[in-house]
T-cell receptor
């Protein structure tokens, strides 16, 4: 079956702009988690959605937001982009909430560069 | 707020067993230990997880000490394709905000 799909794979934005990233989970998976990966901070948890509701949230400012649709597809949005937002954004899906399964399936990521 | 400690890097000869340690001295009784790896430019890949018993699957074995304060991931016959960053993680529970938190991992290099 198809894996986790993230779009776009690469994008370049300028400071102050906003960006929307999309994630299509594995069919049947109801949970989608988002992570930010940078060389200095490693993999950092952003938030997790399950059944269209945000269930868990990391320590990121309100500029980072997300949502999940009824088909479990998820989007995350970053507003008023800053240079420090340049990163690889990873989406992971799981059948149930991540902490109850431990097994996350990651996409290839969306690499965002902010100029 | 990662609760695990791993060496930043390790080398292992091809064909030998790679033993990757992880310290999780503050783990709670009901928290699982999970292992993932990330090959360059790819998303992390789940390897194995366990609570207190040793676990084995087709990829690796997980040995958890009796006091659960540390664990070791064992790749029995390392190949060049096992070169990756390996993450040992535990569930972080903070007033019901439970999440899987990754640390900085161990960069494992398999030497031909």
């Amino acid at each position: 079956k198809a894996g986790v799909t993230q779009t776009p794979r690469y994008l370049i934005k300028t400071r102050g702009q906003q960006v929307t990233l999309s994630c299509s989970p594995i069919s049947g998976h109801r949970s989608v988690s988002w992570y930010q990966q940078t060389p200095g901070q490693g993999l950092q948890f952003l938030f997790e959605y399950f059944s269209e509701t945000q269930r868990n949230k990391g320590n990121f400012p309100g500029r980072f937001s997300g949502r999940q649709f009824s088909n479990s597809r998820s989007e995350m949005n970053v507003s008023t982009l800053e240079l420090g937002d340049s990163a690889l954004y990873l989406c992971a899906s799981s059948l149930v909430l991540a902490v109850f399964t431990g097994e996350l399936f990651f996409g290839e990521g969306s690499r965002l560069t902010v100029l | 707020d990662a609760k695990t400690t791993q060496p930043p890097s390790m080398d292992c000869a091809e064909g030998r067993a790679a033993n990757l340690p992880c310290n999780h001295s503050t783990i709670s009784g009901n928290e699982y230990v999970y292992w993932y790896r990330q090959i360059h430019s790819q998303g992390p890949q789940y390897i194995i997880h366990g609570l207190k018993n040793n676990e084995t699957n087709e990829m690796a074995s997980l040995i958890i000490t009796e006091d659960r304060k540390s664990s070791t991931l064992i790749l029995p016959h390392a190949t060049l394709r096992d070169t990756a960053v390996y993450y040992c993680i535990v569930r972080v529970s903070n007033f019901g905000n439970e999440k899987l938190t990754f640390g900085t991992g161990t960069r494992l290099t398999i030497i031909p």
